[in-house]
């Protein structure tokens, strides 16, 4: 870029001297520069006295880039928000006007005479013009020398302006890409993250039913050895046994024998959450398989003293599922109206929907009834309405959340309708086929 002091200093002609000042401005980019090189230029070839130029900074202040005869005008400074202002307002003129002595305001008091001030161009509403030119001419004459600067100062000034912005614009945006990518990148690392513990629960998941496959499978081989050799000597295998003796063998069959319920039950869960418990679908009849599951039940009826009774409608369809799950389930629901009902009946009752195409095996009892709150509660794993250690009812837990897992296996599922005081009502609704047959 040429320097100020390149620039001829004689006057020289009008378009030569336009043509250099033009040919400055090509090569300069820095606005304070430029402003000195106008100023510059005006000095030399425009007869003025005094010039300054003054332009919008970054904290929308209109301060001074260049000055020429006005010593102490350096420290001006006027906030664009104040539009009363004369050389704010001034911004907006279209053509230069001047200014008397007198309406001069304190800031540019050096000043000896009035001045002429021009906007250096236009701007869109709500963004400060490019700057202003504040010019003394020598005689009462502005040369139309200064129109012409300040005009092409004004437009170069724009494109700076704007190229500043563009650049800024651009900045803001490759940093918002950054951030954008940063994210992303954090976010893929998370759902990594997320991806192996998924895995390593799995795994968790899997290890934990495994041991307890294998935990209840060898608990209950000397289990069932036990209950053998019990019932062994209970038949008076090794002689006749002794009454107390009788009485002490028979607590430990019936220990033995919750206990290895128990740990059936156990391995029940393990095996459906490992998904290793296959389904065996024949078509049976259900009239035979309630008979068997209250002739599984008899003793424990028979102690009970209720009246425990079969509906099953005439002429229901052959059921096409897993036989022994549907027994397992319907099993684990009289069980526990025998044991939470202690006066009334149970009535187990089977009819056919041929609108759904679904059985309906309902197991009705006048026992204690569940409260509401604790109807959702009851199906999950180990839960019970009494959790207390000094509950009335034994029982693990287990058996209504075995029930639900086997009858969703079926396609099916068990609800239930309840009233504390009053009774239960637990259904299976079985589908007449399983989807996957
Ligand atoms: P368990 O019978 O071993 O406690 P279940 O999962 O079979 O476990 O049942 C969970 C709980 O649901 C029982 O402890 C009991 O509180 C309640 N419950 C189940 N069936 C009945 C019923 N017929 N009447 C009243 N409460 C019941």
């Given amino acids: 870029m040429p320097s100020i002091a390149a620039l001829p200093t004689h006057p020289a002609p009008s378009s030569e001297a336009r043509l250099a000042f033009s040919e400055l401005l090509l090569g300069c980019d820095d606005a304070r520069a430029c ?3 106008a100023v510059s230029w005006l000095v030399h070839h425009a007869q003025v006295e005094q010039v300054l130029c003054l332009a919008p900074d970054e904290s929308d202040s209109l301060v001074p880039l260049a000055s020429y ?4 005008v350096e420290s001006v400074v006027l906030a664009l928000h104040e539009t009363k202002h004369p050389l704010v307002e001034a911004l907006q003129w279209s053509e230069p006007r001047w200014i008397a002595p007198s309406q001069l305001s304190p800031e540019l008091s050096p000043l000896r005479r009035g001045l002429f001030s021009l906007s250096l161009g236009r701007a869109a509403p709500g963004i400060p013009p490019p700057g202003l030119l504040l010019v003394t001419p020598a005689s009462s004459e502005l040369s139309p020398d200064v129109g012409w600067l300040a005009g092409h100062l004004g437009s170069h000034l724009t494109r700076l302006y704007k190229g500043r912005q563009l650049t800024r614009l651009e900045a803001a945006s490759s940093e918002l890409a950054a951030r954008v990518n940063a994210a992303t990148e954090e976010l893929a690392t998370q759902n990594e993250l997320l991806r192996r513990q998924a895995i390593q629960l799995e795994q968790a998941s899997a290890a934990k039913s495994q041991f307890l496959a294998n935990m209840s499978h060898e608990l209950r081989t000397p289990l069932n050895a036990i209950l053998g050799y019990t019932n062994m000597l209970l038949q008076g295998v090794n002689g ?38 296959p389904l065996h679908l024949s078509e049976f009849r259900l009239p035979e398989l309630l008979q068997e599951v209250t002739a599984e039940l008899d003793p424990i009826i028979a102690r009970s003293k209720l009246a425990v009774s079969t509906q099953v409608e005439p002429n229901l369809p052959l059921v096409h599922s897993d036989r022994q799950k549907v027994k397992q389930i319907v099993v684990n629901l009289l069980s526990n109206a025998l044991k939470f009902t202690h006066e009334g009946s149970i009535q187990v009752k089977a009819r056919y929907e041929v609108a759904t195409a679904a059985f309906h ?19 999950e794993d180990f839960q019970q309405v009494d959790n207390s250690p000094t509950r009335a009812y034994g029982g693990t837990g287990l058996g209504l959340s075995i ?29 007449r086929l399983p989807r996957r047959s």
């Fill in 403 to 431: 029930c639900r897992r086997l009858a969703a296996m079926l396609d099916g599922r068990v609800s239930l309708e309840s009233a504390v005081g009053q009774g239960s009502t637990f259904t299976l609704h079985l589908p």
């Fill in 240 to 277: 006749e046994l002794p009454p107390p003796q009788r009485r002490s063998l028979s607590r430990i069959d019936s220990n033995g024998r919750h206990l290895l319920e128990i740990i059936n039950e156990i391995l029940d869960i393990t095996r459906i959450e490992a998904g290793r418990m």
């Fill in 35 to 37: 402003a000195e090189a």
């Fill in 69 to 72: 005869g006005m010593p102490g």
């Fill in 361 to 379: 095996i309902s197991v009705v009892d006048t026992g204690i009834g569940i409260d509401p709150s604790h109807q959702e509660r009851i199906w």
